[in-house]
């Protein structure tokens, strides 16, 4: 398969959010989003939005509205740096609030139901990567260990419930479907995508 030349893709679309372009960049957990979404960021000088400041293990999916009202409408009435508070994924970590994060002409939001239909107005390309499912829950689980104080076996309970989240939302709005490109997240991104 060929490469997808993403600037060549990203050049007729006009800003959806204030003068900004919005990439989505969304798959299962694990399926190499955050990555690709660091590399993305510096082909093309964006920031970066990640969903998981927004999403908890408790609120998997049900934090949308916070994105739109903290992010996109700031842009919309013409901020240029972002203020918002960041979701906790564990009793004993509270993150600190994203407090001066530059607008740029480009940013990413990366994260599972990054291109869900509620943002599709907003979002200019979205990118949806495809891995497996017993793969990415087995990334999610390694990638947490290094990072989370729970066990291996509370890990993979967490991960298989956040799995079944996510298959409700993928039948839901079948984002993979509605992608403006599919990548392989078992194949390295740089053979799948160019930027000249």
Same mark, same amino acid.
């Given at each position: 398969?060929?490469?997808? @030349? *993403? ?8 800003? &959806?959010?204030? @003068? ?6 969304? !798959?299962? %957990? %694990?399926?190499?989003?955050?990555? *690709? ?15 998981? /400041?927004?999403? $908890?293990?408790? @609120? ?9 009202? #903290?992010?996109?409408?700031? =842009? =919309?009435?013409?901020?240029?740096? *972002? #203020?918002?508070? +960041?979701?906790?994924?564990? @009793? ?8 001066? &994060? ?17 943002? +599709? ?5 979205? =990118? ?6 017993? =793969? ?13 104080? +729970?066990?291996?076996?509370? *890990? ?6 956040? $799995? ?6 993928? &039948?839901? /709005? ?17 053979? &799948?995508?160019?930027? !000249?």
């Amino acid at each position: 398969m060929a490469a997808v @030349n *993403l600037r060549e893709m990203l050049e007729p679309k006009h800003p &959806q959010v204030g @003068n900004t372009r919005f990439i989505a960049v969304d !798959g299962r %957990g %694990g399926s190499g989003k955050s990555t *690709l979404a660091k590399y993305l960021s510096e082909k093309l000088s964006a920031e970066i939005v990640q969903t998981d /400041d927004f999403a $908890s293990w408790e @609120n998997p999916f049900g934090w949308w509205p916070l994105l739109i009202e #903290q992010v996109f409408q700031p =842009i =919309i009435s013409g901020a240029c740096t *972002l #203020q918002y508070p +960041r979701a906790s994924w564990s @009793n004993d970590h509270h993150p600190t609030p994203v407090t001066a &994060q530059a607008v740029t002409e480009i940013m990413i939001l990366e994260g599972v139901s990054s291109s869900r239909k509620e943002f +599709r107005q907003y979002v200019c390309l979205s =990118i949806f990567i495809d891995a497996p499912k017993d =793969i990415c829950l087995r990334r999610g689980v390694e990638r947490d260990l290094l990072k989370d104080k +729970r066990t291996e076996s509370e *890990l993979i309970r967490l991960w298989e419930r956040w $799995s079944a989240d996510e298959d409700g939302y993928l &039948q839901r /709005d079948d984002p993979k479907r509605h992608a403006d490109v599919v990548i392989d997240g078992t194949k390295p991104f740089e053979d &799948q995508l160019v930027f !000249g």
